[in-house]
């Protein structure tokens, strides 16, 4: 499918991805490029099939596919130093969880050059991060938003979409602005408030904390999350996050206001909506 | 290990009781009340090893152990019902995720009676109710929870933790005051904020909500239980868990000041102190 692929940071989804390409075969070559020598050394035992370099420009020279994987505050220092290595026919993307600054990034570093950028959101993770939990079936059945800016070539959006497609994935085209206020919903949003769940029991006692049961270990599972990634993450969409969480305080306060009254019906109002929310959902 | 039990309410925990009852031989024989003419009919097809009463007299008389696994309201007049048909030697107990004003409702009511209660809190459940969803397995590796009086006999509280250890649970005793304030924090906060999440979201568009990853699914996962369940269940304990989402309130308030004033050496720290609790969990 392509000639050449590199993936930039192989972390869970930049180690997941690599996995995947070659399980599916999508590339005939694939160059992993990782920062630091132990990263190298690792990856080179993890992804024996790659070729690992330590060097930007060795790492993307030649490829037609070149996915950024790694935080979203490092991509536009990324895309600066790769520019003088992309070829005409190179498309570049990456997989963060943010797209509207990084697609004003791409477009002011990217604007003068042949190469093509589509940001891409695979919507898959895990709690645990680290290539060593790498998992080539991570994309399966999960949304994946791309989000091209309007110079994009069809040709382009085309290639990447079936990329995606190849793993699993369920592709949907948003523009980047829309994107994020709808990922500060459903994503930014839960990550946040199972953070703060979180957050507010630190202070139970062990001995109680081992009665906790499914409930619990569900709405805190994403609280495992990377905390310097999430940090990032958040703040990055802060505008639309802010907003997401004064509704939630909205409805928090209404139904404070149930409990403290002792209204049944109004709870089991509450309660309901929730729930058929919830029973809409296709993820489950 | 029983001559004879019954299961007072066949919905997804008396069922799973039963077919559990069952499966690890724990009783001779097995008695099922089932209050409406459809239940009754139904439970005679999904649990055919067992005799189905639709009366409460002809349910419990001559049983050793009887659990009441009806909603918290109803266990109150239940056990007003049956007070006359107890043996001397029966050991009375129920399901429900509350257990101090249970607690004194079967005191005051079995007080002047040779039956014995201990209130029992099998924290096993599951999104969906309903016997159609019985499962023997359900209970596996759960904790349960049980809370006796001070006048319990020692070989009573003995049997019972045997018959939930059998069930696979892991069982412990805690006073019922102490139950209802650490289930409030564990069970009923995080069932609260689930469904607060999932009402907060719920005027979202339909094409978007099908962006939603698993974090949403699992943040908003036991917001999908029954709200006629757990509106009584959440009035019920309001005592403890006012203070309980006042202290989710706090901490809410603290990230807020943190993205507002974009301080991501806060957010992180946030983000860590409830990620070290999630990680500390023993139910994953």
Do not use: Y
Not at 55 to 69: F, N, T, Y
Not at 252 to 259: A, I, K, N, Q
């Amino acid at each position: 499918m392509f000639r050449q692929v590199t993936i930039i940071g192989p972390g869970l989804l930049g180690g997941s991805l690599s996995l995947a390409v070659k399980k599916m075969d999508l590339s005939e070559e694939l160059v992993i490029w990782a920062r630091s020598e132990k990263s190298v050394n690792k990856a080179a035992q993890t992804f024996p099939f790659a070729r690992i370099e330590k060097g930007l420009e060795e790492s993307v020279r030649g490829s037609d596919l070149i996915i950024i994987c790694t935080p979203v505050e490092t991509i536009g220092d990324i895309l600066k130093q790769i520019k003088p290595f992309l070829g005409e026919n190179s498309l570049v993307t990456d997989v963060g969880s943010i797209k509207g600054s990084i697609c004003n990034i791409a477009q002011e570093t990217l604007g003068d050059s042949m190469a093509s950028f589509i940001g891409s959101h695979p919507m898959a993770g895990a709690e645990k991060s680290g290539m060593e939990f790498s998992d080539p079936m991570l994309f399966m059945n999960r949304a994946c938003i791309l989000t091209p800016l309007d110079k994009v070539k069809e040709s382009d959006l085309l290639s990447l979409r079936k990329f995606w497609e190849k793993m699993g994935m369920v592709v949907q085209i948003l523009d980047p602005t829309s994107h994020d206020k709808i990922i500060a919903d459903l994503s930014h949003l839960p990550h946040l408030i199972s953070s703060i769940l979180a957050h507010s029991l630190a202070e139970i006692q062990e001995e109680a904390q081992k009665l906790g049961g499914q409930g619990l270990a569900d709405t805190t599972r994403i609280a495992e999350g990377d905390a310097n990634l999430w940090s990032n993450i958040l703040l990055e969409n802060k505008k639309n996050l802010i907003p997401a969480l004064q509704k939630f305080k909205r409805s928090l306060d209404s139904v404070e206001l149930s409990l403290e009254e002792g209204d049944i019906d109004k709870l089991r109002d509450f309660l309901e909506d929730g729930k058929e929310f919830r029973h809409s959902l296709q993820s489950k």
